[in-house]
């Protein structure tokens, strides 16, 4: 739960988060911000209130909420899963406001980590956009590609293989757009756009279960008659298909565009 300092106890573990560089409607400048955990937190819920996803409730938040919830994720994500020494096994203790966790055996220090992951938007000749629909997903549900970089590899050498390990197709001038925090449980999304050299889509079978080309009438009408879906607001894949589009899925495509 998010509280300012001045509302709890001193908690156990707190992980501080940082503080207001601006002035909100509820916080003062410089108001200190820590992520504490309660037991017993449904006691002060009101009976109507419950709980929902940060992916449901993303779309509703502030930036600065938004900021800090991804924040408070990424960070309790990491300390629940890093509780031992990886060199000796010992149970290791947060410190430093939670942002380090120290072995009390051989004294290492530990840092949380980010796993890097790209994402990407494939175009053709035609200025078409490739898509594919992923075999744990309901059928027609449709999204850019994307895995986790690999050990020694750089971005644009994971953007291409990525692609070709899960479309067949092979890309080639890969181009940074943005990137987006993702904590479920560690990822940062890394956005890319790159030109497909053919045009034949081959899905993998196993991940990807259908790979293909879109116009953007395309998706607009396969969106609006329902027969496809695509990635919500929220996230980094809906943002970057609205770029190639060139504005809101909900509207109908620019005149003189694909
Ligand atoms: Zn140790």
Redesign the pocket.
Known sequence: MLSSVADVARPENPIYLGSTAEATEHLPTGTHIVLVEHEDIQEGLAAEASWVGLREAAAGLSALEAGLFVEAMAISNWHATHTH?P????P?SPIDGGWVRR?P??E?LHFPRTDPAIIVTVTDEEDRLLLGSSAAWPENRFSTLAGFVEPGESLEAAVVREVEEESGIVVHSPTYLGSQPWPFPASLMLGFTAKASHALPVPDGVEIREVRWFTREDLFTGLKEDRISVASGASIARALIEYWYGGPLDEEPSAGRP
Do not use: L
Not at 87 to 90: F, N
């Open positions: 020494c060199r000796c096994g010992e290791t072995c055996a051989d290492s």
